[in-house]
């Protein structure tokens, strides 16, 4: 029987063929870069973070992995401690030991590649209460890996979780770990909910009052979207209508040579465009300064992005550019560092 193969809304191609990667890699040799920059790394709050059960946070560990506190969940996302990449060394050490990690009850994972899927990590982080959600097509793999505790879903589905509604949203992206399992699992991100917040908004327009005596904390709860890896795309906005975010996770790197990256990957001016999009409140830009994926660098995309900041007039204390280690405390329509 065939194998599923996903795809892209509007059915974008991200493929390339065997001419363009040696275009690419011709290119590459040409270019001089500099890498003298390397991300901070912050002393992570460890006593803060093994006792927090109340605020909403999130701590950049680095490219795409965070150690997010919701609800009184620990949350991670994709989680690589992976010292190197292929053949490249890992640029900046991550900004948590994996060691020192409070125990998890979550892990999401964006899509399969090796960057966002690391199975050493996996392994370190993973106990048999810790509950996994990826995309669909992945489930039978983690647990031929030995994660049971695993949990599959398909595009706007959503699972809820001590009072956390998690939903698997569009990306325009692809995945493969093999020669032969190309797109045979799908790619996203993810918003999280409070429950008792969507609960209550649906009673609410219902012409009921119920959503007044919800829990506070739940009711503070912010809206928190993790994109994943993409490329821009129209999902943007429509994630924005149907969620009111309060703070996005956005890629910014490994978009050059934009020929080559551009329908799998946000240069840093189309993750602020995203970031309009979908309306979100916040940004913490992400997905750059732990791997050299692509030749660009840590301090062009950060320069990048701060120029288009600028031209578009977003206010710089909406934009969060974390070091790794470093801890945001997160509220509704507000954030501030600790």
């Known amino acids: 029987m065939p194998k599923v193969r996903f795809n892209n809304m509007d059915h974008v191609n991200t493929d390339k063929t065997i001419k363009q990667f040696r275009q690419w890699r011709q290119e590459r040799r ?90 050493a990590s996996l392994r370190k982080l993973y106990r048999a209460d810790t509950l996994i959600l990826v995309p669909s097509g992945l489930k039978s793999k983690m647990i031929r890996k030995g994660f049971r505790n695993c949990h599959e879903l398909q595009w706007w589905e959503h699972f809820t979780v001590g009072g956390v509604r998690i939903t698997f949203v569009p990306a325009q992206h692809w ?58 795309f129209r999902g ?11 703070l996005t996770f956005m890629p910014i790197g490994a978009y050059e040579p934009e020929w080559f990256m551009t329908s799998q990957h946000v240069t840093p001016e189309e993750a602020l465009q995203g970031f309009v999009d979908c309306g979100a409140d916040q940004m913490i830009p992400m997905h750059y300064g732990a791997f050299k994926l692509a030749d660009d660098t840590p301090r062009e995309a950060l320069d990048r992005l701060e120029v288009e900041r600028e031209r578009l007039g977003i206010a710089k204390e909406r934009i969060h550019v974390l070091g790794h280690g470093e801890t945001l405390k997160i509220g509704r329509r507000c954030s501030t560092r600790i």
């Open 236 to 246: 943007f906005k429509e994630i924005g209508e149907r969620f009111a975010i309060d």
């Open 175 to 232: 995945t493969r770990r093999t020669p032969f399992d190309t797109n045979t699992s799908h790619w996203g991100g993810y918003v999280l909910q409070s429950e008792q917040q969507v609960i209550g908004s649906a009673t609410s327009v219902a012409g009921s009052d119920a959503h007044a005596e919800s829990d506070s904390a739940e009711a503070e709860a912010p809206t928190l979207y993790f994109v994943g890896d993409t490329g821009y």
């Open 30 to 119: 040409s270019k001089i870069k500099d890498y003298t920059f390397v991300v901070p790394n912050h002393l992570p709050e460890l006593e803060f973070l093994h006792s927090n059960r109340e605020m909403a946070t999130a701590t950049w560990v680095g490219h795409s992995t965070f150690f997010i506190q919701y609800l009184g969940l620990n949350i991670v996302t994709d989680p690589v401690w992976a010292e190197r990449m292929a053949f490249d060394k890992r640029l900046a050490p991550p900004g948590i030991r994996i060691q020192d990690v409070p125990p998890l009850d979550i892990i999401l994972l964006s899509h399969s590649h090796y960057d966002h899927l690391h199975l």
